[in-house]
C-alpha cells in the first residue's frame, strides 16, 4: 500500500476548487452552455475523480483527445444515469468509430471523418449526433481551406448527419490583443452564416472564454482554467487554485566552500551552506529545467534549488533558514499558496499545461473535498 508518508512526494487535488472554478466558468458563459474538456487523464490530474466532481456540478458535455479516454470516461460517467455527451477532439483516427455509442461520438476533423461517420449513421439508429470542426486558422485539426470551401458550397455534405455543434479552435486566445483572435472569430461567423445558422456552435477554450461573450456562441470548451491554471495571470485570478505539490526532506547537510552538489557538479556555494535533500525528482514531473533555477518553500520561506534535478532528488540551499524549520520529515513545497503551477512553469521554461499532465505515476495523489 502506498501511503502519503511512503511514498516520499504528496500531489494534492482539491475537488471543491475544481467544482468552484467550474461553476464560475458556466456562470461566465451563460446562456451559453459550458462543456469540460478532461483529455489527457484530466490534465494529469485524474479522470475519474475529475469526471465525477464535474458530473456532480452538472455537467454534462465532455471533451477528451482520444477514442480510449472516451471509453474509460464512459464506463465512469455510466454510474450517473443521465444523458452525457463524450466528444473525442482527435476525430475518428482509424479506430474511433469502435467506442461510438448514444454517447460517444466524434469531432469530424476532415471530409473523410464526415464520410465515415455518415457510414455509421446509416446503420445506427441511435449515434450521438457529432460535432464538425472547421479549421479558422490554427492549421492543425478541422476541415481545411479546401474542404471548408466545398462544404459550404454544398451543404448537401453535411445532409445525412446529425451535428451537435460546428466548432473552430483559437491559436491565440491567451494573447487578447493577437489580431488572429477577430479574424478567426469573423472566420467563423461567417461559416455559421453560410450554414444559414441551423447549427449551434462553440469556439472557445478556458482563454477564449475570458475575451468576453463575443467568443461565447452556444457552447464553450475550458479545460486548463477548470484546473485553475493557465490564462491570463489577471484572469486567474477569479480561480481557484486546486493543485499542491510537496516532497518530504531526507537529508540536510552542511557542506563547506569547495564543495559542489549534485551530478556535473553544478550546483556551487559562495560559503559554507547548508542542503536539504528532498524526495522528488524529475521522475515525479518536477522538470529538470529547474536545476539551479526553481525555487521551493518551506513555511513560507523561499528556498533556491541548488544544482540539477535528479530523478527521485532534488537539493535546496536552505542556508537562510533555521534548523528549526528545516530538518529530516519536513515537506516542501514546490506548487501550492506560495507558488503557483504557471509560476513554476515560468521558471522551468515552460507552460503550466505541461508541468500537470507531467506528473509521475510515482505521486501519492490524495484527493481532498468534493
Ligand atoms: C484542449 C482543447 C481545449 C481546452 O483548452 P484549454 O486551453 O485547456 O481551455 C478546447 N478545445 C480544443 C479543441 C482543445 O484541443
Redesign the pocket.
Known amino acids: 500500500m502506498v501511503t502519503a508518508n511512503r511514498a516520499g512526494a504528496v500531489l494534492t487535488i482539491d475537488l471543491n476548487s475544481i467544482s468552484a472554478n467550474y461553476r464560475f466558468l458556466r456562470n461566465l458563459a451563460a446562456p451559453a452552455k459550458c462543456g469540460a ?1 478532461v ?1 489527457c487523464d484530466a ?1 494529469g490530474l485524474g479522470l475519474k475523480p475529475i469526471a465525477k466532481t464535474l458530473a456532480e456540478e452538472g455537467c454534462n458535455i465532455f ?1 477528451v ?1 482520444t477514442p480510449d479516454e472516451a471509453f474509460e470516461l464512459h464506463t465512469e460517467l455510466k454510474k450517473f444515469e443521465r444523458k452525457f455527451s463524450i466528444y473525442m ?1 482527435n476525430g475518428l483516427g482509424s479506430h474511433g468509430i469502435e467506442v461510438c455509442n448514444q454517447y460517444i461520438s466524434p ?1 469530424l476533423n476532415s471530409l473523410k471523418d464526415i464520410e465515415i461517420w455518415s457510414a455509421y449513421c446509416s446503420r445506427t439508429v441511435s449515434a450521438h449526433p457529432a460535432i464538425v ?1 472547421f479549421d479558422t486558422g490554427i492549421s492543425r ?1 478541422g476541415l481545411d481551406k479546401t474542404e471548408t470551401v466545398k462544404v459550404l458550397n454544398d451543404h448537401s455534405l453535411l445532409g445525412s448527419i446529425s451535428i451537435a455543434y460546428v ?1 473552430s ?1 483559437l491559436a491565440c ?2 494573447e487578447p490583443e493577437h489580431p488572429l483572435n477577430l479574424q478567426q472569430n469573423q472566420k467563423f461567423k461567417n461559416i455559421i452564416d453560410n450554414l444559414c445558422g441551423r447549427h449551434l456552435s ?1 469556439l ?6 475570458f475575451l468576453g461573450k463575443d467568443y461565447h456562441f452556444d457552447m464553450v ?7 485553475g ?3 491570463t495571470s489577471s484572469d486567474r485570478k477569479n480561480l481557484n487554485p486546486a493543485i499542491t505539490l510537496k516532497g518530504e526532506i531526507l537529508q540536510t547537510r552542511i557542506i563547506d566552500r569547495d564543495s559542489t552538489v549534485g551530478y556535473g557538479a553544478e550546483g556551487v556555494v559562495k560559503k559554507s551552506s547548508r542542503i536539504a535533500t528532498v524526495s522528488l525528482g524529475y521522475g515525479d514531473g518536477l522538470f529538470r529545467q529547474l536545476g539551479n533555477k526553481g525555487y521551493g518553500f518551506i513555511e513560507g520561506h523561499r528556498v533556491p534549488i541548488i544544482g540539477r534535478v535528479s530523478m527521485d532528488l532534488v537539493t535546496i540551499n536552505v542556508t537562510d533558514l533555521p534548523e528549526t524549520k528545516c530538518y529530516a520529515g519536513k515537506m516542501v513545497e514546490f506548487i501550492g499558496v506560495h507558488q503557483s503551477v504557471d509560476e513554476l512553469a515560468e521558471n522551468a521554461g515552460t507552460i503550466a ?1 505541461e508541468i500537470i499532465t507531467a506528473f509521475g505515476n510515482r505521486l501519492f495523489r490524495k484527493y481532498v473535498g468534493g
Do not use: E, Q, T, W
Open positions: 474538456v483529455k490534465y471533451f483527445a477532439l469531432v470542426n485539426l466548432m479552435h486566445a491567451d462553440s472557445s477554450n478556458s482563454a477564449g472564454l470548451r475550458p479545460g486548463a482554467a477548470i484546473y491554471i493557465g490564462c499545461y
